[in-house]
């Protein structure tokens, strides 16, 4: 198995409340990418991240923010959570060459539940 | 619009039928398409297929990338029970730096 650990694996909270997710790998991918998964939209990109201190948005990011300190640890923030925001995260990482020509390897998910 | 489709949404067999899954897909600059078995966790990798590799094979699965026509095929010879998952399909595009773009899968149920 890829050395992906997502923390924590389960969480409920409230509507207003920030949570912060994290995912942590021991390959030293430069690329890690957080995803949500909701029935009838299959897995959909939040942010993702090409080195330390870069990231950038995918197609769901509003309300969501990241930071990467470390190669290591890649956080994602819902600064103010909303019920909208009840998903599945997954976390992915993959090698830092070509990135596109590498497959992604995912963390065991975060199930996350806002009421 | 980038769009991938996955075909269809969920299939029913039996042990030792033959199945195949279809994804069609609409992306600018095309890089590589994936597909992926998830059970009740993490999607695992199963393919990787590019324009030097279009066809793929591990024991019963194997798949196949037309890109004139912009659809794959994911083969399972000799179903299992442990088969039975969600298969997920993505595409990578060249230029956005490994970003994958999913279908919904399909949800494959292989009964004894």
């Known amino acids: 198995d890829a050395g992906i650990t997502q923390s924590p694996r389960h969480k409920v909270t409230e509507t207003g409340t920030p949570v912060t997710l994290r995912c942590h790998q021991t390959e030293n991918h430069r690329y890690m990418y957080w995803y949500r998964q909701d029935p009838g939209h299959g897995l959909r990109l939040i942010h993702y991240?090409?080195?330390?201190?870069?990231?950038d948005k995918g197609e769901v990011s509003d309300g969501y923010s990241v930071s990467r300190s470390k190669t290591e640890d890649f956080l994602l923030t819902l600064e103010s959570a909303t019920s909208s925001q009840t998903s599945v995260y997954f976390c992915?990482?993959?090698?830092?060459?070509?990135?596109?020509?590498?497959?992604?390897?995912f963390g065991d998910g975060t199930r996350l539940s806002i009421l | 619009e980038d769009k991938v489709v996955q075909s269809p949404l969920s299939l029913v067999v039996h042990e030792g039928d033959t199945v195949t899954l279809n994804c069609s897909y609409e992306v600018t600059n095309f890089r590589s398409l994936l597909w992926y078995k998830q059970e009740k966790k993490a999607p695992t990798f199963l393919f990787m297929l590019?324009?030097?590799?279009i066809e793929k094979k591990s024991g019963r699965l194997s798949s196949i990338l037309d890109k004139k026509e912009l659809f794959s095929i994911l083969n399972i010879t000799a179903t299992q029970t442990g088969d039975s998952a969600v298969y997920l399909c993505?595409?990578?595009?060249?230029?956005?730096?490994?970003?994958?773009?999913f279908g919904r899968g399909t949800q494959l149920t292989v009964w004894p």
């Open positions: 993505a595409v990578a595009r060249g230029s956005t730096l490994g970003r994958l773009y």
């Open positions: 590019t324009s030097s590799g």
């Open positions: 991240s090409y080195g330390v201190k870069d990231t």
């Open positions: 992915a990482i993959s090698e830092g060459q070509g990135a596109s020509e590498q497959p992604q390897h």
